[in-house]
């Protein structure tokens, strides 16, 4: 198992940045696959940003690319994602999430095992 712990919302300007943490315990992230995952009102889970622990493969959904990076501190045992030029359609809570198996589909939000508790990015325009 893995424990996950979201960090960093909040509510910023279109344009701003923001840069979220995710610890987590039980298990070293780098064994894994770890996610960003972001729910809006009313919206399906959207996959964001992930990394395979197999091979250090990243990806992004399209809307973010160039905009969000994903990055994980071994040392530390922690995610983050660091993200940019945010706009409101970026308002979303923001998901920490695990697939503790490294054959999973990285990009699929419903293969997660486990998920943090969620932190609330809120952009205004």
């Known amino acids: 198992q893995i424990q996950l712990v979201e960090s960093g919302g909040g509510l910023v300007q279109a344009g701003s940045s923001l840069r979220l943490s995710c610890a987590a315990s039980g298990r070293a992230m780098s064994t894994v696959v770890m996610g960003w995952i972001r729910q809006a009102p009313r919206k399906e889970r959207e996959f964001v940003a992930g990394i395979n622990g197999k091979d250090n493969m990243i990806y992004y959904t399209d809307s973010v690319k160039g905009r969000f990076t994903i990055s994980r501190d071994d040392a530390k045992n922690t995610l983050y994602l660091e993200m940019n030029n945010l706009s409101p359609e970026d308002t979303a809570v923001y998901y920490c999430?695990?697939?503790?198996?490294?054959?999973?589909?990285?990009?699929?939000?419903?293969?997660?095992?486990?998920w943090g508790q969620g932190t609330q990015v809120t952009v205004s325009s």
């Open positions: 999430a695990a697939d503790l198996s490294v054959y999973s589909k990285v990009v699929v939000a419903d293969d997660y095992d486990y």
